[in-house]
């Protein structure tokens, strides 16, 4: 007779809705991280045998750069700052972390779709250093070859997994049969010791692979280093003139005149800082010219150098931030070297492209006239930091970096408008991108708390190409008063303000405007996109 049992499905141990993961399956899961540590350290090394930017974190990672939207770039400025790319890096590092652990648990219970996804995984590598601007033949080699080495490891790795007997055979966990080791070999719940010296032995390779392949990339940086660090600008033609007395506000905590190379902020495209041979550097100007010119960075160091004070501006500066930097610049006029080429009638715009494949829209006009729009060699009297273009940068004063500012570059086409477009305006941004007149409060700080009495004010404003006339300031919904400005060192960089304020007690706004010779800096707010944003800064600060 049979025994009468409650309805429905009864859970006991060992059934599948019951049972926690089981040591074999985090094993697993620890053989596909192990599994994708080899892929990326082999791949690693043979990356910087080719390439360095054919590693796939690196070509991914650069790839995805090149994909992302206006308003994701936007995000990510604004929220990381210049640590953008590092966040990228480290997102990038937890997917491929988890994609990997699940992949290892797949392989074990069915090796082929486990294997399928590790291949697709590294595909992805492949085909995105394949993709890149300046790839080659050999751009998939890393990825593959890693690739390989990741499918052999996590293979090895789930034959020392042994299937313990309590288990085997339970639904949904039974290993593959061609991967699973002989129950008998091992008493029950207990995992092989095997298992943990592979893995640990593994790691240990996947350390010293990794190693070696970052020795060979680090061999080239140092020596791209040490070339820059041996490097002897020559005198300029024509140097900056001396800075006036009175450039520098005298309110403390406002931003130093100059900005330190190591503070100078650093918004660009490349997932990895490229590392240039100045010695073998050269440079195109050709397209929509009479004659095609090649220069090399001998031939820079050689000509007739002049030096200029320019403040640069990120398009993805916000109100009030401090995506903006002022330095002294050392470097050869684009005016002289394009006279050499003589543009063709049509032509409107230079196309400009860096080593890591960016390139930017630059109107002819803004290269030609009388501005210091160079090819800069030097910053503050030392030559180009590595991550600021080095060997060679453009600068171009009064434009945004975006449609100017080329790190790195290898080639200037002469072209027009309504034939190229640069790496942003194929985003949607404005292919001409004029700086906006901007200003901003540094002292106090926003939501300061602050003492009753005469308190000191400052900030800095730009206009580059135009120069700053004056800046206002006004508390709460009082009138606008004018702030004292500090000398104007040229049109072409920010100037500094002060003014001191009376502050009563309570909650107040601190509202600044700047003007130009054009007129007064506009009040309408917009976003950075397409074409920079713009509005007052205003900051609040509790006065006791």
């Not at 300046?134 to 998939?140: C, E, K, L, V």
């Not at 033609?237 to 520098?248: E, F, H, M, T, Y």
């Not at 160091?301 to 403040?311: D, M, N, P």
């Not at 540094?442 to 580059?464: F, H, K, M, N, Y």
Request: net charge negative; proline share 7%.
């Amino acid at each position: 007779m049979g025994t009468l049992t409650p309805a429905g499905p009864t859970l006991t141990a060992g059934t599948p809705a019951a049972r926690a993961p089981s040591p074999a399956t985090w094993l697993a899961a620890l053989s596909g991280v192990l599994a994708a540590a080899t892929t990326l350290g082999i791949a690693q090394l043979a990356a910087a045998i080719v390439a360095p930017a054919t590693a796939p974190l690196v070509a991914v990672g650069g790839a995805f750069i090149d994909a992302t939207p206006p308003w994701l770039k936007d995000f990510a400025i604004s929220t990381f700052g210049t640590n953008d790319k590092l966040v990228l890096l480290i997102g990038m590092v937890v997917v491929v972390t988890l994609l990997a652990a699940v992949a290892g648990v797949i392989a074990r219970q069915r090796w082929g779709l486990g294997a399928t996804l590790v291949v697709l995984l590294a595909g992805v590598g492949a085909f995105a250093a394949a993709t890149r601007p300046d790839a080659n033949p050999f751009a998939p080699f890393a990825s593959i070859v890693g690739g390989a080495a990741g499918l052999m490891a996590l293979r090895v790795l789930l034959r020392r997994i042994p299937d313990p007997p309590a288990v085997a055979g339970a639904a949904g966990d039974a290993p593959d049969a061609r991967l699973r080791s002989t129950p008998a070999q091992v008493p029950a719940g207990a995992l092989d010791r095997r298992s943990f010296l592979a893995a640990a032995a593994l790691t240990t390779a996947v350390a010293a692979v990794a190693a070696v392949g970052g020795q060979i990339f680090g061999q080239a940086t140092r020596t791209v280093q040490a070339a820059r660090a041996a490097l002897r600008l020559p005198r300029a033609a024509r140097p900056a003139a001396a800075l006036a007395a009175g450039v520098q506000s005298t309110v403390a905590g406002v931003a130093a005149f100059a900005t330190p190379n190591d503070e100078f902020y650093r918004i660009d495209t490349a997932f990895i800082v490229p590392q240039l041979d100045a010695a073998a550097w050269s440079l195109r100007v050709h397209g929509m010219v009479e004659n095609e010119v090649t220069i090399t960075f001998k031939d820079l160091t050689e000509a007739a150098l002049i030096e200029s004070w320019v403040t640069l501006t990120c398009v993805s500066n916000l109100v009030g931030g401090d995506l903006a930097g002022n330095a002294k610049w050392l470097g050869y006029p684009l005016r002289d070297l394009l006279a050499r080429a003589q543009p063709t009638a049509g032509a409107d715009m230079v196309l400009s492209t860096s080593q890591d494949g960016f390139t930017a829209s630059t109107p002819l006009e803004a290269l030609t006239d009388d501005r210091d729009a160079i090819l800069a060699i030097g910053m503050n009297d030392e030559p180009l930091p590595v991550a600021h273009g080095f060997p060679v940068r453009m600068v171009v004063p009064g434009l945004y970096g975006y449609v100017s500012a080329t790190k790195w570059v290898v080639d200037l086409e002469v072209t027009r408008f309504a034939d190229a477009r640069g790496y942003w305006t194929d985003r949607g941004w404005s292919d001409h991108g004029p700086i906006k007149t901007a200003s901003r409060i540094e002292v106090p700080r926003p939501d300061s708390a602050l003492d009753a009495g005469r308190i000191a004010v400052g900030g800095t404003a730009w206009a580059q190409h135009r120069g700053i006339t004056a800046v206002e300031i006004q508390v709460d919904d009082g009138a606008w008063v004018p702030a004292e400005l500090a000398t104007e060192a040229s049109v072409d960089t920010w100037r500094q303000w002060s003014y001191l304020w009376d502050a009563k007690p309570g909650t107040h706004r601190l509202r600044v405007r700047a003007s130009d010779p054009t007129g007064v800096q506009t009040e309408t707010e917009a976003e950075p996109a397409p074409d920079g944003a713009s509005g007052w800064h205003t900051i609040t600060v509790t006065v006791s």
